[in-house]
């Protein structure tokens, strides 16, 4: 089976930045797509941006666009979130996830396997 363990979280300052990951292990056999989400304490979980098989990527909307970037190292199995400009409203924590196939829409329910998370604290 899959695996998908995310690292990179901490605890940061409003306006630093930080580059989360996400490795896949096991059978990572593709294509598949992968997706970051975060939820804050006493929110929804929300999906942030994903990338697909071939490196196409969506995001949310153009807040997000403005700060935050997915990539993906398909050598590595390993999705990448990089977020800059960090502000008190992005502390969640973050997950990413996995949906077989090419497309990579930003439809939570399309998303089959999780990670544990990990945590992105913002103080100022």
């Known amino acids: 089976q899959v695996m998908l363990v995310e690292s990179g979280g901490g605890k940061v300052q409003a306006g630093d930045s930080l580059r989360l990951s996400c490795v896949a292990s096991g059978r990572t056999f593709g294509p598949y797509a992968v997706a970051w989400f975060r939820q804050a304490p006493g929110k929804v979980r929300e999906i942030v941006a994903a990338?697909?098989?071939?490196?196409?990527?969506?995001e949310i909307d153009d807040s997000v666009k403005a700060r935050f970037a997915i990539s993906r190292d398909s050598a590595k199995n390993t999705v990448y979130l990089q977020i800059s400009d960090l502000k008190l409203e992005d502390a969640a924590r973050y997950y990413c996830?996995?949906?077989?196939?090419?497309?990579?829409?930003?439809?939570?329910?399309?998303?089959?396997?999780w990670g544990q998370g990990t945590q992105v604290t913002v103080s100022t």
């Open positions: 996830a996995m949906k077989p196939g090419l497309g990579a829409p930003l439809i939570p329910s399309s998303y089959s396997v």
């Open positions: 990338i697909d098989w071939n490196g196409g990527i969506s």
